[in-house]
């Protein structure tokens, strides 16, 4: 076992990053706070496929090795899982950091060659690891994904660093969106943007609710939805239209499929957003903007950064309780979305 003290002469650290979108966004921060520790040392992200969308454009890590864990094929998972073990053992990784804590991490964590090997101190598989975490504050209770992903690295310094997710926009996409919006007929302030799509139907609003908040957003502050496009699910964007807006007099702008930096860049130029608890709240939680966040079944504890901009829409949990199906009414979805009008409007005070 290394004592924190006697990790030395880092020229390549390696952080392990798989996991859906949601996940990616939440494990962001600790690259910033790396880079803050290691301003001259090359950090590699090691991540599936849809994390390279996350941070192709970050300043906070200098290379990604995307690994394709897709199990549909037996064999080509197992070759996949040898070209990604030599793929990183190519890298010369000295401290290798592993946040994923599941099978595959633990595989390319043993097997990567780096000298310093770091995971989290709940992982039934400590072993693999070999940094002493003795004196470890432990947390205790439920906290936030944020908090607990960033606990990994506490060992090397004691600094409380940002848990902020962290996205970068290019400006020539930020320019393309907000000259297409202000092509638009409609007052840019005025706009926001709608989103149904998530990974589980448990996390699904029914659309009748979204229609009766879209409805009363309209008919009492006068903005107007855009509404996203979510690849696999695209028939949520088009029967929320066919059946609720096409034949009303609300006004709508339907938008077509978006890479993530265009929703990105959306998000920045409009005035908040409504999204169940998916990947494109942690996207959104990145730019400081008004998240209105609809938690169906997902305690809300576990993501809410505790800001006045996020909005957590709930019906209720008990101390501790994970998850639960939410019965989320139409009083409580209005009432909420006042409040976030009242605090926006405080803002411009």
Do not use: W
């Amino acid at each position: 076992m290394y004592k924190p003290s006697e990790i030395k002469n880092i020229q390549a650290i390696g952080v392990i990053m798989f996991g859906l979108l949601g996940d990616v966004f939440i494990r962001t921060p600790i690259l910033k706070a790396l880079r803050e520790l290691y301003p001259n040392t090359k950090i590699i992200a090691i991540v599936d496929p849809i994390g390279k969308q996350v941070l192709e454009n970050s300043t906070y890590c200098d290379e990604i090795v995307i690994v394709n864990r897709n199990k549909k094929n037996k064999l080509t998972y197992q070759l996949n899982k040898i070209k990604s073990f030599f793929e990183v053992k190519k890298k010369k990784i000295n401290l290798i950091i592993d946040l994923y804590n599941g099978g595959s991490s633990y595989f390319l964590t043993f097997a990567s060659g780096a000298k310093y090997k770091l995971g989290h101190y709940n992982s039934t598989k400590r072993h693999i690891y070999n940094i002493d975490l003795t004196g470890i504050k432990k947390i205790t209770g439920m906290t936030t994904y944020y908090k607990d992903s960033m606990s990994v690295i506490n060992i090397l310094d004691k600094k409380v660093f940002s848990t902020q997710p962290i996205f970068t926009v290019l400006p020539e996409t930020k320019q393309s969106v907000l000259e297409y919006i202000q092509s638009l007929n409609y007052n840019p302030s005025k706009l926001y943007i709608l989103n149904f799509g998530s990974g589980g139907k448990e996390k699904l609003l029914s659309a009748e609710k979204y229609a009766e908040l879209v409805k009363y957003i309209y008919s009492k502050y006068h903005y107007i939805p855009m509404i996203l496009c979510n690849p696999g699910q695209e028939y949520l964007q088009e029967n929320f239209i066919q059946t609720y807006l096409i034949d009303s007099e609300i006004p709508y702008v339907q938008l077509e499929k978006l890479s993530l930096q265009e929703i990105g860049a959306f998000i920045q130029n409009t005035s908040f957003l409504i999204t169940p608890d998916t990947g494109i709240m942690h996207l959104a939680m990145a730019f400081d903007q008004y998240i209105y966040t609809i938690f169906t079944y997902t305690n809300p504890a576990l993501v809410d950064p505790g800001t006045d901009s996020f909005i957590s829409v709930y019906d209720g949990f008990l101390e501790n309780e994970f998850s639960k199906p939410q019965n989320i009414t139409k009083e409580k979805l209005i009432s909420k979305i006042d409040i976030l009008f009242s605090r926006m409007e405080g803002s411009k005070i």
